[in-house]
């Protein structure tokens, strides 16, 4: 019989956390391939990985290569803002820079989705900028990680949960795409003024 109270525990007891791949060199650095390198610049906290601008390399056989998969949370170590992100099944093989870790989850009722979206919520995050090295660019240690307390709610719970941010972001994108318009029009109205009085 399922429970249906919330669970806490510290993120190392419910998912596996190990650090991105480890690279020698900057990603432009590696010839071209067939394996993602995915990187700070690539991942939108609101909207996941943009994967039409994630970098093909072709990566040194020397060390074995752990693949991201579906259900994956990628977290940023470092930046003025740490941010997670759950992946999507990835076109294509890929890894991650350096610069995240890479969280699995292996708790039966932990939604990738859910602990993603928790983690960038105000206590988690509250949390993080407390115990971060660093003044400007931040930078998450290992053991932090490790330590931030999680809620395990029900799994319908945080099914419904996930679903009312992924309706907030899409709301939000609309209000930008908006904005961004009403702007434009803006411009091209003073552009025709500024025109018409130099005629």
């Known amino acids: 019989m399922k429970s249906h109270r919330a669970t806490y525990m510290a993120l190392v007891e419910a998912a596996d956390i ?3 791949h480890p690279l020698r060199f900057a990603v432009d650095a590696f010839p071209a391939g067939e394996v993602g390198v995915i990187q700070m610049r690539n991942v939108d906290p609101d909207i996941g990985v943009d994967w039409a601008g994630v970098a093909r390399v072709k990566l040194p ?51 990738p989705r859910f602990l993603a979206w928790q983690i960038n919520q105000v206590p988690a995050q509250e949390y993080l900028q407390r115990e971060a090295t660093g003044s400007h660019i931040l930078n998450i240690r290992r053991e932090v990680i490790e330590r931030l307390e ?11 949960i996930v679903a009312f941010a992924e309706a907030a972001a899409r709301e939000k ?25 130099e005629e």
């Open 18 to 20: 190990s650090a991105g």
């Open 61 to 111: 056989h020397a060390r074995r290569i752990q693949f991201l998969d579906r259900g994956d949370v990628i977290f940023s170590t470092r930046g003025a803002r740490t941010y997670a992100a759950a992946l999507d099944p990835p076109p294509f093989p890929t890894v991650c820079s350096p610069h995240f870790f890479v969280l699995r989850s292996r708790h039966a009722e932990l939604d």
């Open 150 to 160: 999680i809620v395990i709610p029900p799994r319908a719970r945080q099914e419904a």
């Open 173 to 197: 994108r609309l209000l930008a795409g908006l904005i961004e318009n009403r702007q434009q029009q803006m411009n091209a109205l003073a552009a025709g003024l500024r025109a018409h009085h």
